[in-house]
């Protein structure tokens, strides 16, 4: 059974920064594209971005684009997401999330997910 876990959600001024963190166990971790979604408060999912298997290929949404870095440790089974530059709009839970094969995915919204971190920009 695979299981996704985070880490690292916090409270956060703007302008601050969070590491996000998720642990996966239950697969062959660098078969597999890794993402984060997240969930704003009355909003539906949005797909923040995602990692290939070998870590090479990165994409982002546009909202976080220059802002966030999705890295992995396939050694540790583990991957990150990096929030630089946090913005109010950043609010959410965020989530960690496996794609279908080693490529990198995008809105796989039906692929399993960790119980989500909260993440709350505010002065």
């Known amino acids: 059974e695979v299981q996704l876990v985070e880490s690292g959600g916090g409270s956060v001024q703007p302008g601050g920064s969070l590491r996000l963190s998720c642990t996966v166990s239950g697969l062959t971790f660098d078969n597999y594209g890794m993402g984060w979604v997240r969930q704003a408060p009355g909003k539906g999912l949005e797909w923040v971005g995602a990692?290939?298997?070998?870590?090479?290929?990165?994409r982002y949404a546009d909202s976080v684009k220059g802002r966030f870095t999705i890295s992995r440790d396939n050694a540790l089974h583990m991957h990150y997401l990096q929030m630089n530059s946090l913005k109010p709009e950043d609010t959410a839970v965020y989530y960690c999330?496996?794609?279908?094969?080693?490529?990198?995915?995008?809105?796989?919204?039906?692929?399993?997910r960790g119980q989500g971190t909260q993440v709350t920009v505010s002065s």
């Open positions: 990692i290939s298997g070998g870590g090479v290929v990165t």
């Open positions: 999330t496996k794609c279908p094969d080693p490529a990198v995915c995008w809105e796989s919204y039906d692929s399993p």
